[in-house]
């Protein structure tokens, strides 16, 4: 395959994220990503996970439990660089090892959200038709429809990742009040919202040129 068709796809996956209802559907996995990564860090701060919650508008909550002012600044600043993070690490699995070991990981990481974290009614119906497609996708791993399938699921966490990090920067300067995980830093730290709003917005960005990089370097 010629370099310079993962631009192609960006620029597909940016069209799909555009869609009132199949963009929506597609966009949750970067909210699911997103609150994995808080429950993740307040597991490994000695905290717990008490539930996730997904809304169709594609925000999310995690409820979680934390130990001290700095395992709860860790918890609450954890979800936009794993978001990211995952993209790129999502980019890395399938241009090095193929589209079968990143449908395992998407299909492990939603099967797990699934059975200890997911617990409302949208958020459960949503993992689930999820993991059922992509699972599906994974057993017909061979065909074209599933590899396209798979680009079109890698781009979008790689877009979704840069994307909702711009909306928390736009927020954390216009409304302070609205800016979720950087407004709560803010409270947490005193460090101004505006400042983690662009901290998040650089970190989604170097995870994104990373990601497209291994996708460029393997040819695609």
């Given at each position: 395959?010629?370099?310079g068709?993962i631009?192609?796809?960006l620029?597909a996956g940016i069209a799909v994220?555009?869609?009132?209802?199949?963009?929506v559907?597609?966009?949750?996995l970067?909210t699911?990503?997103?609150e994995?990564?808080?429950?993740?860090?307040?597991?490994?701060m000695?905290?717990?996970?008490r539930?996730i919650?997904?809304?169709?508008?594609?925000s999310g909550?995690?409820?979680t439990t934390s130990k001290?002012?700095?395992?709860?600044?860790?918890?609450?600043?954890a979800?936009?660089p794993?978001?990211?993070?995952m993209?790129?690490?999502?980019?890395y699995?399938?241009?090095t090892?193929?589209?079968?070991?990143?449908?395992?990981?998407?299909?492990?990481?939603?099967?797990?959200?699934?059975?200890i974290w997911?617990?409302?009614?949208?958020?459960?119906?949503?993992?689930s038709t999820f993991?059922v497609i992509?699972g599906?996708?994974y057993l017909?791993?061979?065909?074209n429809w599933?590899y396209f399938?798979a680009m079109?699921?890698?781009?979008?966490?790689l877009?979704?990742?840069v994307?909702?990090?711009?909306v928390?920067l736009?927020?954390?300067f216009?409304q302070?009040?609205e800016a979720?995980?950087?407004?709560d830093?803010?409270l947490?730290?005193?460090v101004?919202?505006?400042v983690?709003?662009?901290?998040?917005?650089?970190?989604s960005?170097?995870f994104f040129v990373q990601?497209t990089?291994?996708?460029?370097?393997a040819?695609?």
């Open positions: 395959m010629e370099k068709y631009f192609l796809w620029l994220v555009s869609l009132p209802i199949v963009g559907y597609f966009r949750l970067n699911l990503m997103h994995i990564g808080h429950a993740t860090m307040s597991m490994f000695g905290g717990g996970v539930k919650e997904l809304s169709s508008d594609t909550l995690a409820t001290n002012w700095f395992s709860q600044v860790m918890i609450t600043g979800g936009y794993f978001a990211s993070m993209a790129a690490l999502s980019a699995i399938f241009s090892f193929g589209v079968n070991m990143f449908y395992l990981l998407i299909v492990s990481v939603t099967a797990l959200s699934l059975l997911v617990r409302n009614v949208f958020g459960f119906l949503w993992v993991f992509t599906f996708a017909n791993s061979e065909t599933s399938y079109l699921v890698l781009v979008i966490l877009i979704e990742s994307r909702s990090s711009i928390i736009r927020l954390s216009k302070k009040n979720g995980d950087a407004r830093l803010a947490l730290t005193k101004p919202t505006l983690w709003g662009i901290l998040f917005f650089i970190q960005l170097l990601g990089l291994f996708l460029w370097k040819g695609f």
